[in-house]
Every structure is written in C-alpha cells, then in structure tokens.
C-alpha cells in the first residue's frame, strides 16, 4: 500500500511540474513546443521507474488537465500529440531488435501524430501560424527536427539512468 502511494504522490509532482512547465510556454510562446516536449520529460522517468501503465495514466491526467487549466491550449496540444505520447511510444518501440524498422516506424509514426497536430491546430482551435501548414517544407523540417529530437532524447534517457537515476536512490 506504501508503495503505491509513494508512486501516486511522486506521478502527481510529475503531472504538476509537467502542467506549469506547459504554462511558461503559454507565457513565453515561443517556447510552446520546448515546454511540451520538456515536460515529457516527467513522463520518461515515469516510463523508467513505474512502466508503462503507470505512464500512460500520467500522459492522460497531464493532457487533461493542460487543456482544462492553460490559458493558451497549443503546449496543450503539442504535449498531447508530441511531447507526452512520444515517450511511452518510444519505450515500447525500441524493443524491437531491427533497428530499421525501429526507425521507419518512428518516422511513419511522426508524420501521422504531425499531421493530426497541423489537423487539429487549424481546424479545432484554429491557430495562424506558420507551422500549422499542410506544407512539403514544414514536413522536412519536421522529420530533421524529430530525428535530432530523438537522438537527444536517447541521450538524456542514458544519462538519466546511469548517473541521475542513483543518486535519486
């Protein structure tokens, strides 16, 4: 019972630090995607120390309560279909051996949550800004963006686990 109370209390910082993280990139909005992504963050140690299960249940609550309480919904909408998801997505995708397939499945991934965010940035909250476009180049940068994202984001998960993760403990 301890335990689990332990996790519930440690995943409801994390759901908190990842909302008011969302809410500096409401103040500063050039920082809308930086925030989103950064507090996905919170769901990579989740993945880490609780699983999968427990890390979806973080994603969710976050999404909701970023849409509920932000003023500005588009970190809202970036974590929802980018900097939450990918996390957990990521986790299970790279027990996969092929690294190939890994990868096209990262891609293909990318492109379909990408179009949905451009989808729902223009036509739920209509958003004017130029990268909500159904635009070749938009997609390039994206795609190069995402592979760095994603390499970096490699990184930090390793230097969390070697060296953060036990002075935690």
């Known amino acids: 019972m301890k335990n689990k109370i332990l996790k519930i209390s440690v995943l409801s910082l994390l759901c908190a630090l990842s909302v008011v993280l969302m809410l ?11 925030a989103a992504v950064i507090a996905g963050i919170a769901v990579v140690i989740a993945v880490i120390e609780y699983g999968v299960g427990w890390s979806v249940m973080l994603y969710a609550a976050t999404s909701v309560l970023a849409f509920v309480l932000l003023p500005v919904k588009t970190p809202a909408l970036f974590y929802l279909l980018i900097g939450g998801i990918y996390p957990i997505i990521k986790a299970l995708l790279e027990r996969i051996k092929n690294k190939w397939l890994v990868w096209a499945v990262k891609i293909i991934g990318f492109n379909l949550f990408y179009t949905a965010l451009i989808a729902a940035g223009n036509y739920l909250l209509n958003i004017e800004d130029p ?15 995402f592979a760095v994202y994603d390499i970096a984001f490699t990184r930090l998960i390793t230097l969390y686990v070697t060296r953060i993760r036990r002075k935690l403990k």
């Open 24 to 34: 500096l990139g409401c103040v500063i909005q050039s920082l809308d995607l930086s």
């Open 131 to 145: 990268i909500f476009s159904f635009n070749i180049f938009v997609y390039v940068l994206g795609n190069v963006t």
